[in-house]
């Protein structure tokens, strides 16, 4: 397990405060197996997919929040309101989420879950993680739609189109489980992130 010594603890050393953010160079993927990976949507804590995926479990470590350093473009779409990350970076906003450390068969499980690699894309990606009053950027892994299965035309919106975190009370308003989609629903989700707009 690698070490890392707070941020805070360097700044009551009266560092200059530009260097309140220091940067932990720390990888995804860890010793013995283990692997940190930022989730954004249906699976932080309280939201549906959450328990199916097993990061209740008691060998999965809630590391803290986390928002990503670079913008990404997230959106609600479909008829059954699932939110996408897509692999856009620069365009959007830096979006909260929650970062967890698993092992190789939970990592497996979520890549099952989310469909890795035919349809969404496990990468590494930068993020800023927030805890005990610190904030250390980490290298991590994170599910992104890859730009060949998005219309580009999805990233030519106004910034307040885009938004900067998936909302539990907008979870629990519109999301629709798949349990509740009819037959056909996985063709429909596809079309809308693949279709010309307007």
Request: overall charge neutral; some cysteine; hydrophobic content about 30%.
């Amino acid at each position: 397990m690698f070490k890392c010594r707070p941020l805070c603890s360097l700044v009551r050393r009266n560092l200059h405060p530009l260097n309140s953010l220091r940067l932990v160079r720390r990888m995804a993927t860890m010793d013995g197996g283990q692997h940190r990976i930022w989730v954004y949507g249906t699976l932080k804590k309280g939201f549906y997919n959450y328990d199916d995926s097993g990061l209740d479990a008691p060998d999965v470590t809630f590391v803290g929040p986390a928002t990503t350093k670079e913008k990404y473009p997230l959106l609600v779409l479909s008829d059954y309101h699932i939110p996408f990350l897509l692999d856009a970076p620069g365009t959007g906003k830096t979006i909260k989420g929650e970062l967890y450390e698993v092992n190789d068969d939970m990592l497996a499980k979520m890549d099952k879950l989310e469909g890795h690699p035919k349809w969404y894309l496990r990468k590494n990606i930068s993020v800023v993680v927030s805890k005990d009053d610190c904030e250390h950027e980490e290298n991590v892994f994170g599910y992104l739609l890859p730009q060949h299965e998005f219309n580009p035309e999805l990233l030519n919106q106004t910034d307040e189109k885009f938004s900067d975190e998936y909302s539990l009370e907008d979870h629990k308003r519109d999301y629709v489980p798949p349990n509740k989609r009819p037959a056909g629903a996985r063709d429909s989700i596809k079309d809308s992130v693949r279709e010309k707009r307007g």
